[in-house]
């Protein structure tokens, strides 16, 4: 594998640009613009604006959610700056703004954002901020264009565009995953059914980094150095009328000690062998001869890789004992078959019968380890599907999963929102009728605090300026709306949760953005180390977010304030 | 509105690049390539391969689906050609392969490729081929080089996946469009929620084309020339504490005549007026000042387009009165204010109380026209929930979707497929347990039958060398697949569906690839034209689809020969 093109271009001192070209300060909002043009027409200097993006809501009737996309807003956030073919087109769609807009706007980029983000790869819970942005004052050379602010309203969107799906197609993943098992092989076929030719980008590498082995897309293959996968479809398989279409027969063994003159007809005699055998006899009739051509074409052009589809006619009559002859005539010549591909039919059973298969003909032709020939399934393979194969009992080693892994056909959409927590030092709260829909106000700090069996326990948000929870100490931990619920907690370890990864003008340093490998490697570390009941498919257990007894008083002291008093009529 | 950039950069001769720069000829699933070098490797010197795109189902449980997504796919094959460095990456992918193929790759193009497809924005359905796409043979400088299936075979994937969810997402919107009724606006509001940034991009483009009146995007409004609507956030309205943060009150009437210094206190004027009106004394009492804040803040700086976000507080005892009190300061001044949005709670209910108080305000203060002041609806929208507030009555004018029509949340992805119907001019069907799933073979026409009223009756399929129907000629039309179900038809109209868009080296013309507005105007006429039942949302009538006689006959021959025959043991 070459190296990955995203890390080629990463440079010590600087950050490249977004992934996708398309990601510019114009993906946006036109809303985000018109409030920035009234902020800066009501001449507010503010001196510092906090938002905070979070979720609300588990995806997939789960009680976990895995983050994804934060390299991109950093990414986005360290090339921010307009263009003048921008500011041009953002002229012509507010043709009553004035002028010196227009210039703040071309004055403005991030250097003055900070940005703090749980890591990408990390399990995350609603309401706990996966990133706190925050907007202080900026000077620049007049005084009309010195509040910024803006830029962090600026932000909403493509942060939320870049994280939204990231982050669900992620957790996606990590499902399958849990579901299927460490030992299965993942592979993601989504690119012809995602939302888009980014959709697809986008979802091959999240799929790898929720724990995904491979993706059959080149292209994502390629910008992050994610293994690539592909063998070949019905189509090669019925493209092929007979034997005699193959013009060059030859195949040199796989120490290049000899060479067969007439592959074919070795293949021809192992069918014969097969059909022959007393274990196997009587299993399959006549094998359809454009189905072995085209396995064995395949095989000739990639005898260490050889992997065939063999569900185009008849899987246990066609199929299977065609690849067997290709494969055992391969292992004449040195050479070790991959396995076959199951793209429809009754998978649980075709899979079983496969394996039998090829345990008898380990039997009957002493080649040792050909009864574990890989089998892979594929064909509108999800979550419930894998659970229901379980259950039934199967022989796949490898689930390639395309449409419901990558559209996130279960729930297609994780409503990651972006809220106001604090303005001018004055904390801000979100009220709605609807307590799921209240925001948290102030800028917080969060922690995750593990128990003695090393599980996380519970995230508690606190105000800025409290003491962190510490190691050993009994602290208590409270529902943000629920006075009723509120545990003690003595934490065996603590971690805070919000880490610096754009420091904007202050003197803190900035995290590193972490290879796909390593963020997958922590991902499926942080799964591993959550207690099970939290990450099981059936009523799973609610893992506690909290808020310390300080910020519970002032949210519920806020939200008295704010609150209209309703009149009965 | 500036010029589109995509229309922009539309030369007479050329055609442009895709609209995402990761549009590329590494944008596929490997097997495409391992396919390539396998067929190469056979040395198989194909004439000709045909393979149809289409889908299966139409989605959302109706009974059309509209067609996007081909000006992309032109786009990509115009300009399929690969660099150095995909090469040379795809050389470290399949290090197995020799040398050779990896030259025949860098010298393929599509000029010999063939496309035929029926007009984007047109309504389709199922098994009809929206794309022909054929593969003629190219001779090299070498005779090794000489095979291009396989450029064919690479075009499976990409087309794919710019037909898939451009289709999905343009037949959704036309969903929501015929819900809403056609005097409705209809906003596109999706980017944080879609998949992806491109995922948003593309929605924007294709909820546009069906049907929608707008979109939110700035970049998608750039790139495609589509209006871009917007206004304001709560987190603006959150964002003020009260009037004395505005420092500019004054506001030059529209017509420039004359300048109201303290436009602010106009407004608590209005506020008093009609708090203390007889007709609305009582409904509301003391307002949010943040709120009236934000709100004046806003009109200043966009008299022309004042829009008011009316549910942080209270909408009736806050947002609708605030609103009126500056809209009514601004029609003062000339400005006619453009009306409010609401974005929670019970929406027919709101905007029925909201057109009340406009109605109240327009009587008593002798304003004309107030009474139609414009009533947006956002929050969560989709098909059903806008069908149940038509059944409840509602005064909305226009509705803001997002979530639900981006991502296609009641069904994700659309199924098309792309599959061989014939190579080296010999027919080849796909068989399938599931008939659903069988192909329809042969190089085929599709014309579409419309009836006495100017309905389309029905679509058919021949052999490419069949006659075409001919107007006032009774013609049998058979399902492909239900031999008792058939319909003799006297076509007034014949339309033929596939149309030349990429020539190859054929002498055909090519047709025009249009402007999105007249795909949108398309795409509107279309849905027009179709017979009622088909389109309406409970138990639509399946819109007919079927073969020729002769066609049919083929079929059920081919099927016959190819089946294997069960033994039942």
Redesign the interface.
Known sequence: ??AANGDACRSVGGVPR?T?????P??????????A????????H?DR?V?DLYFRKNPFGGEFTIFGGLEECIRFIANFKFTEE?I???R??MP??EDDFFEYLRSIDCSDVEVYAIPEGYAVFPKVPLMRIEGPVAFSHTSRLCCL?QVV?LL???F???V???SL?TTNAARHRLVAGKSKNLLE?G?????????????SRYCYMGGFDAT????A??LFGIP?????????V????GLD????KTLTSSDGSNTCEDFISLVQNWLIRIQDSSSLHGTF?ET?QSELAAFT??A??????FLALVD???VM??GVPNFCAVALALNDMGYKAVGIRLD??DLAYLSVEARKFFHAVEKEFVVVGFGKTSITASNDLNEETIDALNKQGHEVDAFGIG?YLV???AQ?????V???VE?NK?P???????VM?VSIPCKKKCYRLYGKEGYPLVDIMTGEDEPGPKIGERLLCRHPFNESKRAYVVPQHVEELLKCYWPGNSSNSREELPSIHEIRTRCIHHLDRMRPDHMRRLNPTPYKVSVSAKLYDFIHFLWLNEA?VG?LQ
Chains 1, 2 share one sequence.
């Not at 690119?191 to 979802?203: F, H, K």
Request: proline share 6%; with cysteine.
């Open positions: 594998m070459a977004p996708n070209p398309m990601v510019t114009l993906l946006t909002d036109l809303y985000q613009f018109t409030m043009y009234a902020y800066w027409k009501a001449g507010k503010l604006a938002f921008e041009k087109f953002l012509s769609v009553a703004c602010p309203q909403e969107t493509p939320l565009s870049l939204n799906y990231a197609v076929f690119l012809r059914r995602a939302q888009g030719p980014d959709g697809g980008i986008s979802a059959s897309n080149v292209a293959g390629r690539i996968r592909g063998t070949h479809s019905h189509a090669f019925s493209s092929f009328m279409e193959i013009t060059d009739g359809s074409s395949y000739l052009a990639f005898p260490n890789s185009t006619y008849d009559r066609s429809s039919g449409t559209t996130c056909y297609a959409a994780l409503g990651c972006f809220k106001l303005i004055q801000r709260i979100k009220l709605s009728e609807d829909k209209p009149e």
